[in-house]
């Protein structure tokens, strides 16, 4: 008897767990372009072509396989809008052994899987995801009787197991961790290549037209689009990666330059999580840049960690706190989300530019996300549902899995200090040492307090003040409460004064 193995939108992957011992006389692939998944919440338009133009794009190269698909489009008039719907819907026509299915990246889809067996009676198995290096059973263990998850140790056990950068047990290099060399501001006559760019064939170009018309009420630039979406395009940016950007990664990797969303970044997350690249070619690829010389080590152990480690790890925090780690709310910040985060019409500048290429490219690098969006919400208190929404919604690599625990862990500290050791709070300094926003701004990054003050300069420690109960304990940064202490009585009125004129004028 055949099996019914069904592929969702982020397995995009031949080598996927589902497919393994699959029967070309039996069994039946099924895909589907869900209603339900795309619009629990408002994705941003370019996230959704480029994931639908993938999904059509990998059901084609099956096909050509002879693979026996049956794909159902958004548009099918017979679309019942749910994975659910649509497996109920084939077995009515067909008698199937069991559903096979690779175990969904996100929570909420997991949970409506496991429902299936009784609702649909019929045998339903769902396999590991084959894609991660790191099972989540093997990270519960990890983390098993740990006062403490600590990314820093998990990422060494991982290049342990998987040899990555070692010789004779010991890191490449004598050192795990080259981020202190990885921390320069960017200097004038950088030249950045060209991001890749995509071809937009009859497939993509039908989606963008679905998507024109049906989701025209979306957040974000449908055009241009330039994403890759087929396998073999996806490696084209990894090698693109290596050859143009790699070498210089390491030592920008946290600078940010108006005009430049992409500066020396891989941009391969969006494949990563979707399926069409796999974590150890792109490991390996960056190894061999190392070893044949064309790139420094700094550069390659922050690529390899961003993959081997944060982004392992935060699966394996996702998996192990869920489902009550999407409530967390460590801070009890309430304040809502502001209207400029949709708009960018904002007077600050670094926020605006970081908004403005969002809604243009569904993508912004790690420390745009982190320290400015993720630091001014978390400085203004606003609360996490909304933040973590918004992140979902607005960049093309997010799924709730690697969105959840960065937001509302790393970003802002609403598990207590579960995932990250201290809140990464900072003020206008630091976006003004790593970027040259701070020249076009209508603030004065160095003013620290009144109307034309870089709102960061205040809010930082209004942040601080506000929230002592809660963080004066925490070593890492019991230092600037010290500083804090020290000032006068009138300099923490007028801090607290600023920060309640500017954030009252965000309601």
């Known amino acids: 008897m055949s099996n019914l193995i069904l ?11 589902s497919l ?38 990998f059901a084609a190269l099956l096909k ?7 794909y159902i489009k958004l548009d099918n008039t017979k679309n019942t809008k749910s994975f659910k719907g649509e497996v109920k819907r084939l077995l009515q026509k067909q008698i199937f052994k069991c559903i096979i299915v690779t175990h969904p990246s996100e929570y909420r889809v997991l949970e409506d899987v496991k429902c299936w067996e ?42 342990k197991k998987n040899d990555i950068l070692m010789q004779d ?21 950088l030249k950045i290549p060209l991001p890749y760019i995509g071809k937009i064939d009859d497939i993509t170009q039908e989606v963008m037209s679905l998507v024109s018309q049906r989701f025209e009420d979306h957040f974000g630039d449908l055009e241009p689009f330039y994403f890759a979406v087929t396998r073999a395009d996806a490696l084209q940016v990894l090698d693109q990666f290596i050859e143009q950007r790699l070498n210089h990664f390491g030592d920008y990797q946290d600078a940010m330059i108006q005009g430049e969303a992409w500066m020396y970044h891989s ?42 480690g944060w982004r392992e790890y935060v699966r394996g925090i996702y998996w192990l706190k869920m489902p009550k780690y999407s409530d967390e709310n460590f801070l009890d910040a309430k304040r809502s989300l502001p209207d400029f985060y949709w708009t960018g019409n904002t007077k600050m500048n670094c926020l605006s530019q970081t ?19 993720g630091n001014f919400a978390l400085l203004a208190g606003i609360n996490p549902k909304e933040v973590n929404e918004w992140f979902l919604v607005v960049y093309a690599d997010a799924y709730e899995w690697v969105e959840l625990p960065n937001v509302s862990g790393m970003i802002l500290f609403a598990d207590g200090g579960y995932l990250a050791s201290k809140p990464y709070a900072a003020g206008g300094s630091y976006i003004n040492k790593m970027s040259n926003y701070c020249k076009n701004c ?24 506000h929230n002592r109960v809660k963080l004066a304990g925490n070593q890492r940064i019991s230092m600037m409460y010290k500083v804090f202490d020290r000032m006068d009585t009138e300099k923490q009125a007028t801090i607290r004064e600023d920060s309640e004129i500017f954030l009252v004028s965000l309601e």
């Not at 050509?64 to 049956?70: G, L, T």
């Not at 974590?279 to 790139?295: D, F, R, S, V, W």
Request: aromatic residues 12%.
């Open 355 to 373: 908004i403005l290429e969002t809604k243009q490219n569904s993508y912004a690098h790690h420390i745009q996300r982190l320290m400015v969006l």
């Open 442 to 465: 209508s603030y004065k990054v160095t003013k620290k307090n009144g109307i034309d003050a870089c709102p960061f300069n205040y809010l930082y420690w209004n942040f601080l003040d």
């Open 118 to 159: 009784k609702e649909l009676n019929i045998h339903v198995e769902i396999r590991q995801d084959n894609r991660f290096l790191c099972s989540t059973s093997d990270f519960s263990l990890w983390a098993k009787d740990r006062k403490q998850l600590r990314m820093e140790f998990f990422y060494r056990e991982m290049r």
């Open 267 to 308: 941009h391969i997350s969006f494949y990563l999580n979707c399926g069409l690249l796999l974590p150890l070619e792109c490991i390996h690829a960056a190894e061999e840049a190392y070893k044949n010389g064309t790139a420094p080590i700094n550069s390659v152990e922050g690529f390899i960690r961003q993959i081997i």
């Open 169 to 189: 047990n010991n890191p490449i290099g004598g050192q795990w961790n080259y981020d202190t060399e990885n921390r320069k501001p960017p200097k004038d006559g």
């Open 20 to 57: 393994k011992e699959y029967d070309p006389d039996r069994d039946v692939i099924l895909m589907c372009e869900a209603w339900e998944e795309i619009t629990y919440v408002k994705h941003h338009k370019k996230k959704i072509a480029f994931l639908l133009s993938a999904m059509r794009h």
């Open 64 to 70: 050509h396989k002879n693979y026996n698909v049956k």
């Open 7 to 17: 592929i969702l939108g982020d397995q995009l992957s031949e080598s996927i767990s």
